[in-house]
């Protein structure tokens, strides 16, 4: 039995998927990730990517990103995937 694999309470096997990126192209900032995680894995940042000639901004408003502020203390429970509405992180189990 490897130390990467989980059970449920009802005995089903669960690995764990570890955050591994942010799709800052997609993002809009909602902090619902932020909101759910109890690891403080996660940042609401200004958004330096942003284009300039954007037509729906005004000049005083600012774009926020998430980042990843502390990766290394997620638990992989991707519980910040579930309340995503654009589907903006990566998973990927620990290696080995």
């Known amino acids: 039995m490897s130390n990467r694999v989980g059970y449920t309470q009802g005995g089903d096997e669960w690995v764990p998927q570890f955050i591994q990126a942010i799709d800052k192209q997609n ?4 902090g619902r990730c932020y909101k759910v995680c109890s690891r403080d894995v996660f940042d609401l940042v200004e958004n330096e990517d942003t284009d300039e000639d954007d037509d729906y901004m005004d000049d005083d408003e600012v774009m926020m990103v998430m980042t990843l502020k502390n990766a290394m203390d997620c ?3 991707v519980a910040c995937s579930k309340v995503c509405p654009k589907n903006c992180q990566s998973f990927a189990p620990a290696s080995a």
């Open 27 to 30: 993002c809009i900032g909602c």
């Open 75 to 77: 638990i992989g429970c």
